[in-house]
């Protein structure tokens, strides 16, 4: 079986959801925030290929099992490189913000790029990159940012992995409306 390792960004607490300031304070923020990464990494923690979780982030996160990675700053994409060229074999990565994350939406992102070389999820609007997944070790410059879907899409050949699990990032408070009314939000956070 092939053996993946899983990489989970999440920035610094004061940094987070800002886009959700309007509806949620601070110290909302930073709890919601260390939820939704406390399931995902659960969730990739049930998938038998996973090998390795890692946490990228400034500080480590408690009550979680991943292992922890110093974001050392230097911006998202720079700080995924970082961590690509020090891992050998198949690399996903995966947002933190991904409440309805289920492990068959990993399963399946793994099993496309294990067929194709590798697998991408937009988010639902088609714009972001919510996760990859990279079986094919072939060079990739991580764009992470506005419009990444279509920057990661266009590089190699890539499967797109449709999901409502893994295209719901919470970034805005129409987003989290949505996930507010689903029964798997309710049970999960
Ligand atoms: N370690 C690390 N994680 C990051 C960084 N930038 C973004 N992330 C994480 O990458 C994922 C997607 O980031 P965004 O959606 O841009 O983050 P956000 O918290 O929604 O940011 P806002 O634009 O303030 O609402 C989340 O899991 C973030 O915590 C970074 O510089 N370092
Ligand atoms: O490439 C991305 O998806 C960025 O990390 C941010 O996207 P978002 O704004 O959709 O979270």
Known sequence: MVSWTAVVPLKAAAARKTRLASV??????????????????????????????????PVPLSACDAEWIEDRGAGLNAEL????????????????DLP??????????LAAAENSGRAIASDRHGRGTNAIALFDRQPI???????????????G???????????LDVDFPDDLAVALATQEFLQAH
């Open 81 to 96: 490189a970082r961590v690509y060229a020090g891992l050998d074999g198949a690399l996903l990565i995966v947002h933190a």
């Open 141 to 155: 410059v991580f764009a992470f940012g506005p419009g990444s879907f279509l920057n990661h899409a266009a590089q």
């Open 24 to 57: 949620l304070a601070p110290e909302a923020r930073v709890v919601l925030t260390d939820r939704m990464a406390r399931h995902v990494i659960a969730v990739l923690r049930q998938v038998r290929s996973i090998e390795r979780v890692l946490l990228l982030s």
């Open 100 to 109: 309805l994350l289920a492990t068959p939406d990993i399963s399946a992102l």
């Open 157 to 167: 050949t890539a499967t797109r992995v449709r999901r409502s699990g893994l295209s």
